[in-house]
């Protein structure tokens, strides 16, 4: 993961997602995959910004029940 940015802020953001593949790592580590819906292109521009930053985010996930 790259070294977090001082200072970055993103503001909360809600989407809809399913896991499509978790992966054990070499070092240790777990990587997780999701699918979102083509709807959620802007969702995704926000998560690639975050990448490219090196923003670490926290995550929160509850079921869709609708």
Known sequence: M??????AKVAAF????????VQSLVDGGVRVT?????TE???A????????Q???L???AK???N
Not at 34 to 38: C, G, L, S, T
Not at 45 to 52: D, H, N, T, W
């Open 2 to 7: 790259k070294k977090k940015t001082e200072g």
């Open 14 to 21: 809600t989407f809809q997602a399913a896991v499509y593949k």
């Open 34 to 38: 999701i699918d979102m819906p083509e």
């Open 41 to 43: 292109i802007k969702t």
């Open 45 to 52: 521009a926000i998560l690639m910004e975050c990448q490219r």
């Open 54 to 56: 090196g923003i670490p």
């Open 58 to 60: 926290i995550l929160e």
């Open 63 to 65: 079921a869709d029940t």
